[in-house]
């Protein structure tokens, strides 16, 4: 069996302009490399209506548990002006010890690290007692409608059982390492639309003004503190993102406002008690201010936590053996799709150092993908021993 490098696969895979939506090739090329390897692999494509079509990759070797999964995604962000890279995004380059190419740190060369050591262990280990199985989705850093949330109930239909699945998103602050994260913060999102009554500036009397409404809302809703963290969690927090009237008259009462809103929340709320708490509010002033209102809200999956077991603890001791830095349990960032996996599996997540991701040039480490792989294969190891 032949070893992968994962630095030559990380540059494979960077080569695919996977823009989400666009797969670009990446999960069929992906699908290849891991059939190679001896696995069974089905591509599941999904769509609706609303949303475009996306291609995802279950991929399994071994029919008996327990079964570790590797969860990744291959659909990268736009690079933006390509003017301001020092290469071509989609054309990865080694430069002082570090592979540049959009996807490079988030997530592409995670899942190259991980093929990598699965390819080292099955060479060691081809009658292991287990299975391994990946789950890569090209619709992670999108809407994720069509991605990871799909493959898991299609999963659950056909019963197929993950013991612990591994999240190969990039945790690291600073150095590869210092962080595991057990658990994700709750998103909600929401545009408040107000409507008033339009009128001329000079007689305010006769008109109801829907900017006054909605800053009094953004005022109120601003200086409710929803809690104050927990042992796990840092405190819950709503930020305004925009607010929006499109009036260019200067002697018009408009009659329209909106605002975006976004909240990242802990595991004191769910997305329906916070629901709760914003309509209230706003049907409150708009009630005072005879103004109409409507909410549109899009929640994104609820804060969550997994609670270190033995396999976290394993993993924990074989990052600070390797990289020789003790990593911390951590909720913080953003969200991922960890969110749909823990309905199915206990999981965790750890890749690279993050710094560089959605960035001009992002970049990895080649020492860190080197170490990184070698936390898989030690991971591989000790699980199914």
Known sequence: MTIVNEL??????????SVTPKDGGAIKFLSKKLKKLGFNCKILEFKDKKSKPIKNLYARIGKKGPNLCYAGHTDVVPPGNIKDWTINPFKPSVKENYLIGRGA?????????????VSKFLQQNQKFNGSISFLITGDEEGYAINGTKKVVDYLKKKREKIDFCIV???????????????????????????TGTQGHIAYPHLSKNPINTLVAICKKLKEKKLDKGTRNFQPSNLEFTSINVNNKAHNVIPARAEAQFNIRYNNLHTSMTLKRKVTN???????????????????NGDAFLTKPDKTIHLIKRIIKKVTKLDPKFSTTGGTSDARFIKKISPCLEFGLVNKTMHRVDECVSLSDLKKLTKIYNSILVEYFK
């Not at 990380?10 to 695919?16: A, V, W």
């Not at 990039?170 to 929401?190: A, D, V």
């Open 8 to 17: 030559k696969l990380s540059k494979d895979l960077i080569r695919f302009p």
């Open 105 to 117: 740190n988030d997530m592409k060369s995670s899942i190259a690290c991980f093929v990598a050591a």
């Open 168 to 194: 190969g998103e990039p945790t690291n602050p600073n150095k590869l390492g210092e962080m595991i994260k057990i658990g994700r913060r709750g998103s909600l999102s929401g545009t408040i639309k107000i």
């Open 281 to 299: 509010i706003v049907k409150k002033i708009s009630k005072k201010t005879k103004c109409n209102y409507k909410i549109e809200y899009m929640a």
